[in-house]
C-alpha cells in the first residue's frame, strides 16, 4: 500500500534537483577552453604543455627552456625536428607537416618572451673539484691539444648565447646537456652541414663531457640573461658551422 507524499519533502526534491543542475553548470563553464584568439600565444599552447609556461622549461628538466633563446636557433632546430636531423617523435609529429615561415613565427614568438630563470636543481650528488675545474677549463679556454674551442667562443663569454643562432648554455639541467651532447655521439641529433657541434663531440671525451656538462649546470645565470649581439668574425675559426637560410622576407 502507497503512502501519500509530503508537499514538503517534494519541494525539497525539486530544489535539490535544481541546486545540483546550477553547480554542474558553473563547472561546466569554469571548465570550458578558452575563446579562441587565434593568436601565436594560443597557437603555440601545445609547445608550452611540454616546455613549460611561457616556454620556461618542463619541470622534469628534459623539455629545455625556450623563451629568449636566439630566434635563428629555435627556428633550426624546429627544421631539424621537421626534416629529420633531430630524432623525436612527439616534435616531429608537431612540426612536420608546418612550413618554413610559421616555423620562424614560432622561433620568434619564444625568442621575444623575457621571463626570469629558475635557479640551478642541486646535483644529488656534487661532482668533485678537479671534475668542476676541467669543465670550467673546457667551457672557458677549449683544449688546444685537443683542437677543443672553448664553449664561449661561440656561445658568449657570458654563456648566454649569441644572436642569431648559438643557444645559452647556463640554466640548463645537467640530464638535458647530456642527453644533447649524447645525441650528437650518436647522430641523433645533427644540424646543417657542416655540423660544428658534431666535430667538437667527436673530439671530446666521456670524462671530459662529464666535465664540461657539470660545470655548466653549476653555475648560476647571470643577471644578464639576454643572448649576446652577432659577431662580426666566426667565433671559432677553426670550426664551420652550417645554418639554414631564414625565409624570405624575414628580418635578422
Not at 569554469?30 to 608550452?48: K, M
Not at 615561415?101 to 644529488?124: G, K, N, S, T
Amino acid at each position: 500500500m502507497r503512502t501519500a507524499r509530503t508537499p514538503g519533502l517534494h519541494g525539497k526534491r525539486q530544489r535539490l534537483i535544481a541546486g545540483l543542475a546550477s553547480l554542474l553548470t558553473a563547472a561546466s563553464v569554469a571548465t570550458a577552453a578558452p575563446a579562441f584568439e587565434d593568436s601565436i600565444a594560443q597557437r603555440t599552447l601545445a609547445c608550452t604543455a611540454c616546455h613549460g609556461d611561457q616556454g620556461r622549461a618542463g619541470p622534469d628538466g628534459y623539455y629545455p627552456r625556450l623563451a629568449g633563446k636566439p630566434a635563428g636557433y629555435l627556428y633550426n632546430q624546429l627544421l631539424n625536428f621537421r626534416d629529420g636531423r633531430r630524432q623525436y617523435g612527439l616534435m616531429i609529429h608537431m612540426v612536420d607537416v608546418l612550413n618554413d615561415p610559421y616555423l620562424f613565427e614560432i622561433a620568434q614568438h619564444f625568442a621575444a618572451l623575457d621571463v626570469p630563470y629558475p635557479p640551478p636543481a642541486a646535483p644529488a650528488r656534487p661532482p668533485a673539484a678537479a671534475v668542476l675545474q676541467r669543465g670550467r677549463e673546457l667551457a672557458l679556454q677549449g683544449d688546444a691539444g685537443r683542437h677543443l674551442p672553448a664553449c664561449a667562443a661561440c656561445h658568449g663569454q657570458a654563456l648566454m648565447g649569441v644572436q642569431p643562432r648559438f643557444p645559452a648554455l647556463l640554466g640548463l639541467p645537467a640530464d638535458y646537456l647530456t642527453a644533447q651532447l649524447g645525441g650528437w655521439k650518436t647522430g641523433q641529433r645533427q644540424a646543417h652541414a657542416p655540423d660544428c657541434m658534431a666535430e667538437v663531440v667527436r673530439r671530446l671525451s666521456d670524462a671530459d663531457a662529464h666535465a664540461v656538462v657539470s660545470w655548466l649546470a653549476s653555475q648560476n645565470v647571470p643577471a644578464q640573461t639576454h643572448p649576446a649581439p652577432a659577431q662580426e668574425r666566426p667565433p671559432a675559426p677553426e670550426l664551420r658551422c652550417g645554418s639554414a637560410p631564414w625565409p624570405s622576407g624575414a628580418g635578422r
